[in-house]
């Protein structure tokens, strides 16, 4: 009896040593994407707190040297769980009993994919690289080189993409890239020739200065470039419209401030219809975003909220929503998990959307041309 006893202690012990294994380091695995089978170098690194809790940062080393920060951390035994919420993903995993893997999954989106990760040492470390360099904050940029093509026919949806120092988008019109440019929604355009948008391009193009444009300077230079190669023209005017506004809620706020660089660009998107992920970005962003994608009108922020915020935004869209994708959602499901739009702004952002009528800044079409060649 006294040996099974020791042989039984003897083996809790080892269970124990397998939950207080040192997971602190840099881990280190490939995710392969469904869409094209390519891989994204992922490596997160785990460190302690002043109070000796975990943290950690993400990095997409194929994507740039800018870390992501974990905004939650939990383990429990050998199960690790990682929230990054500027960018709307979970990781779920589980250390193995060698504690040099983790054998887990991603989730940024609808479906899971596998992710296992290695703990990595000075042999076996991949290179994280450095930040790209800010763009000085005086310089007034240009395209130095842009190319703009029409988009393949039957594309669906658009997008806005700054990768390093090249900025793209795909499937949008000249009322797109205006409302890009401009901070607009697309009924505070008018006038101008059906096509404006109808057509669709493909634009890819790097400034003519040295750096990383922020915010400012990237719409910058897309208005410069609507002047230059569409020969756009026009005034501004006001004209009274259908409005929301985003306001604080009474019970306050419910936002995360972003711990990244204030000067960096903010992150902005969409997992899915209802699905909306923010990374360092203010309000206004937040505004202008769905005042262009998913709202049927301009959206104003009067929060008086400053500030970058990461924060998840989930709610069941209906058919009057996401007209800026092109797409229709169906009518809300009767057993639908998520709230209406409304609803999961007041419970998940502390924040109210009203529906009010004012005068609104617009842009009156005097001039535009299809774009010239190449």
């Known amino acids: 009896m006294k040996t099974m006893l020791c042989l039984l202690a003897l083996a809790l012990l080892q269970g124990s040593a397998l939950f207080a294994q040192n997971i602190v380091g840099a881990w280190q695995g490939a995710l392969e994407l469904p869409q094209n089978g390519k891989q994204l170098r992922i490596v997160i690194k785990i460190s302690t707190t002043d109070n000796d809790k975990l943290k950690a940062v993400m990095y997409s080393i194929d ?44 989730t940024q989106g609808p479906k899971p994919m596998p992710l296992n990760l290695a703990r990595a040492n000075a042999e076996t470390a991949w290179t994280i690289p450095e930040p790209p360099k800010r763009m000085a904050a005086d310089a007034n940029p240009s395209f130095e080189v842009a190319t703009i093509k029409p988009s393949k026919p039957g594309t669906i949806g658009k ?5 390093g120092r090249r900025f793209t988008t795909i499937n949008t019109s000249v009322t797109d890239l205006m409302t890009f440019a401009y901070g607009l929604q697309e009924k505070q355009i008018i006038g101008g020739p059906e096509w404006m948008a109808t057509q669709k391009y493909d ?30 023209a ?4 006001k004209k009274e419209l259908s409005a929301y506004t985003i306001v604080v809620a009474k019970n306050g ?11 960096s660009l903010p992150g902005l998107g969409f997992r899915g219809l209802g699905a909306f992920v923010a990374h360092n970005a203010t309000l ?3 505004a202008n975003v769905m005042e262009t994608v998913a709202l049927d009108r301009p959206v104003v922020d009067q929060t008086g909220l400053q500030g970058r ?9 209906d058919e009057t929503q996401f007209a800026g994708l092109g797409v229709r959602p169906p009518a809300p499901p009767e ?19 009203e529906s009010t009528k004012a005068p609104v800044d617009v842009l009156v079409i005097d001039h535009v041309e299809m774009p010239s060649a190449n």
């Open 234 to 237: 026009f005034h501004h005017d």
């Open 253 to 263: 706020p419910k936002l995360t401030k972003s711990a990244s660089d204030p000067n």
């Open 203 to 232: 634009l890819e193009g790097e400034p003519d200065a040295e750096g990383t444009p922020n915010d400012k300077q990237l719409k910058g230079m897309l208005q410069k470039l609507l002047a230059d190669r569409f020969k756009l």
């Open 159 to 163: 997008g806005f993409r700054v990768n």
């Open 63 to 106: 994507q740039g040297g800018q870390g992501i920060a974990v905004t939650q951390f939990t383990r429990q035994g050998p199960d690790v769980k990682l929230v990054v919420g500027g960018i709307g993903g979970t990781y779920d995993g589980k250390l193995n009993a060698d504690g040099n893997t983790i054998t887990g999954t991603w």
């Open 335 to 353: 057993n639908a998990t998520e709230p209406d739009l409304f609803t999961a702004i007041q419970q998940q952002l502390g924040l109210k959307l």
């Open 284 to 286: 206004t962003d937040f």
């Open 309 to 317: 915020f990461d924060f998840t935004l989930n709610w069941t869209p």
